[in-house]
């Protein structure tokens, strides 16, 4: 069983930063891998980084040099927005897989006014 809490969400404006945490009940290197997922109102749930363990990060297109996710501690990943559009708004999930069962946290509200 893995619980994952996010933190770090709020209101900013457009060209802002805000910086999400997730922190894991667990060890975060008996995952491969972490991510953090957005749904925007009305969409599907959007992939957005993913961290692995060997230090590789991979990105969307949408959010390439303006995200960065990093590993902060043993049970604690972060991702590091700048730039924020309103199109970034969303809530932000954090992600995992252990033995084959997915693992979300609740999620924490990022809203981008203009």
């Known amino acids: 069983q893995v619980q994952l809490v996010e933190s770090g969400g709020g209101l900013v404006q457009a060209g802002g930063s805000l910086r999400l945490s997730c922190s894991a009940s667990?060890?975060?290197?008996?995952?491969?891998?972490m991510g953090w997922y957005r749904q925007a109102p009305g969409k599907q749930r959007e992939v957005v980084a993913e961290i692995t363990w060997g230090g590789r990060a991979n990105y969307a297109d949408s959010v390439k040099g303006r995200f960065t996710t990093s590993r902060e501690n043993a049970n604690t990943v972060s991702i590091l927005m700048n730039s924020l559009k309103p199109e970034d708004t969303g809530v932000y999930y954090c992600?995992?897989?252990?033995?084959?069962?997915?693992?979300w946290g609740k999620g924490t509200l990022v809203t981008v006014s203009s």
């Open positions: 667990r060890n975060i290197f008996v995952f491969n891998s």
């Open positions: 992600h995992t897989k252990l033995a084959g069962l997915d693992y």
